[in-house]
C-alpha cells in the first residue's frame, strides 16, 4: 500500500476555512512512512515501498506496541524542537547497522503518526477520516515509541502559529473523507510556508579544480520537473505525453562529504550521452554537463520560480529516495 498525498492549496484561496467539515494538522518537515505492525513484527515503509527501519532502529520498540496495527505517519528529527530536514537527510540512506544506531543516539527520530489504515485486523481506509482519527486517539501513543499528531479545528491560528514558530506548514483534512491509497486527493490539502521542490536530476557539472580543469566532486546539479501524463509500465516517455522541463541549476548545498559521496555513487552508473530534457538546457547551465538517467530525487529550498519556470536560488537539501521519480511535479 501507498500512502495517500495531498493537494496543493490554491495560491489566492489558500486552506478551506470551515472547522466543522474540515480538521488542522501542522505539516511535518520529514520522511512520510506507513509502520505495519503485526504478531510482533514491524515494516517501516516508505513512499516507494522500501522497508527502512534499518535506518531507524530506535522503532524497534514499536513492533510490540501492539498486536495488529498499520499507522500512516511522519518520520521527524528534531532540532530545538523544529523538524530539521538536514538532520534526518544524513540518516535516510543508511544502510548499515552498526552507523544507523550511532546516529540514532545521536540525533534521535521521532515517528508521528496522524492516521490508523487498520487495527486488529480490521481495514480503516473505507471509513471516515473522523472514525479513523477517533480510532487512532483511543489507541494512544506508545511511550517514546511514537506521538500523535495533533489536531486542530481553528485554521488560521494554526497558519499564524506554526509561520511563528518557523514549522513547514499546515494540512487541511476533510473530515467525512476516506483514505485513497496512493492517490493525490483534494480531501487533503496542504498549504507550505517554505518554498520546497522535489527534482530529478537530469545531469551534473563537475566542480572546477585549483588547477583550473574539472575534478571528481559534482560542483553543480541540473534539475528538472515532469510535465504532461503519467507513465505506465512498458509505455515510453513520448507514449505517455510526458516531458522533462528544466527547472534550474543547484551548487548550494552540495559540498559537504556526505552529499558528494552519496550522489556521485547514485549518478555515475546512470550516465548516458545526451540530455534527457525536452528542450535545449542553456548553454551557461549545460557546458561541461555528465548527462544522467532521470533516476535520482533531490529536495530543494527556493525563492520561488521565474516566468520561464526555473526556481530562483535553489539549494539543495538532500536525496530523496523514498520519492518515486516518477512521481515528481511542480509543488
Request: proline share 7%; net charge negative.
Amino acid at each position: 500500500m501507498r500512502p495517500m498525498l495531498a493537494t496543493p492549496a490554491d495560491p489566492e484561496r489558500g486552506l478551506p476555512a470551515d472547522g466543522e467539515r474540515w480538521a488542522y494538522e501542522v505539516k511535518w518537515d520529514g520522511m512520510r512512512v506507513l509502520a505495519d505492525i503485526a504478531a510482533g513484527d514491524l515494516a517501516l515503509r516508505s513512499r516507494t515501498g522500501r522497508d527502512v527501519l534499518v535506518a531507524f532502529p530506535e522503532f524497534e520498540p514499536l513492533a510490540q506496541a501492539h498486536p495488529d496495527v498499520l499507522l500512516d505517519g511522519e518520520i521527524v528529527v528534531l532540532s530545538n524542537g523544529i523538524p530539521s530536514f538536514a538532520a534526518l537527510a544524513e540518516r535516510m540512506h543508511v544502510r548499515e547497522g552498526r552507523r544507523a544506531a550511532a546516529l540514532a543516539a545521536k540525533a534521535p527520530a521521532t515517528f508521528i503518526a496522524f492516521d490508523a489504515l487498520r487495527m486488529y485486523g480490521v481495514d480503516l481506509t473505507t471509513r471516515a477520516w473522523q472514525e479513523r482519527r477517533e480510532a487512532l486517539e483511543r489507541l494512544g501513543p506508545s511511550g517514546d515509541a511514537w506521538q500523535l499528531s495533533p489536531v486542530y479545528a481553528d485554521r488560521d491560528s494554526l497558519v499564524a502559529a506554526t509561520v511563528e514558530q518557523g514549522l513547514e506548514g499546515v494540512v487541511a483534512k476533510r473530515r467525512t473523507s476516506r483514505y485513497h491509497p496512493g492517490v493525490r486527493s483534494p480531501d487533503w490539502v496542504k498549504l507550505a510556508h517554505k518554498h520546497v521542490q522535489t527534482c530529478v536530476v537530469g545531469g551534473w557539472r563537475p566542480e572546477v579544480s585549483a588547477a583550473g580543469g574539472p575534478s571528481d566532486r559534482i560542483g553543480a546539479l541540473l534539475l528538472g520537473v515532469w510535465e504532461g501524463g503519467t507513465l505506465e509500465p512498458g509505455e515510453d516517455e513520448a507514449g505517455a505525453g510526458r516531458r522533462l522541463r528544466f527547472a534550474g541549476r543547484v551548487g548550494s548545498g552540495l559540498m559537504a562529504a556526505g552529499p558528494q559521496a552519496d550522489l556521485v555513487r547514485l549518478l555515475r552508473p546512470l550516465r548516458r550521452e545526451t540530455s534527457p530534457f525536452d528542450a535545449a538546457v542553456p548553454r551557461e547551465d549545460a557546458a561541461t554537463a555528465r548527462w544522467v538517467e532521470p533516476q535520482v530525487v533531490v529536495e530543494v529550498r527556493h525563492l520561488g520560480r521565474t516566468e520561464g519556470g526555473r526556481l530562483r536560488q535553489p539549494v539543495f537539501r538532500g536525496i530523496r529516495d523514498d520519492v518515486e521519480p516518477d512521481e515528481v511535479r511542480d509543488e
